[in-house]
């Protein structure tokens, strides 16, 4: 089993930054690769960002390219997302997940999830 929580999440205006954070605990951190995804109500869960085990691949979605940056520290258990330019259609519930293979966009391929943290940017 591998824990996941995310953290950073809030309230920030168009334009603005945040980081979320996304601490892992239980099994080997460093064996997933781990991505971001996020989910506004009544809509499907997207892909966000990727990165795999060593952090030499990155993949973004390309309504957030340029914008947000996505990192790991393997030595901390905890991966990153940068977050500027901040956006109103970027408000939904972010959330982080972990692949035992490798850096997919797709969620059923995940193996673990967080719980998620709130973004909420305002107009």
């Known amino acids: 089993q591998v824990q996941l929580v995310e953290s950073g999440g809030g309230l920030v205006q168009a334009g603005g930054s945040l980081r979320l954070s996304c601490a892992a605990s239980g099994r080997t951190f460093s064996s997933y690769a781990m991505g971001w995804f996020r989910q506004a109500p009544g809509r499907e869960r997207d892909f966000v960002a990727g990165?795999?085990?060593?952090?030499?691949?990155?993949y973004y979605a390309d309504s957030v390219k340029g914008r947000f940056t996505i990192s790991r520290d393997n030595a901390k258990n905890t991966v990153y997302l940068h977050m500027n330019s901040l956006k109103p259609e970027d408000t939904a519930v972010y959330y982080c997940a972990a692949d035992a293979l490798k850096v997919t966009a797709t969620p059923r391929e995940y193996d673990y999830w967080g719980q998620g943290t709130q973004v909420t940017v305002s107009s």
């Open positions: 990165i795999s085990r060593g952090g030499s691949m990155i």
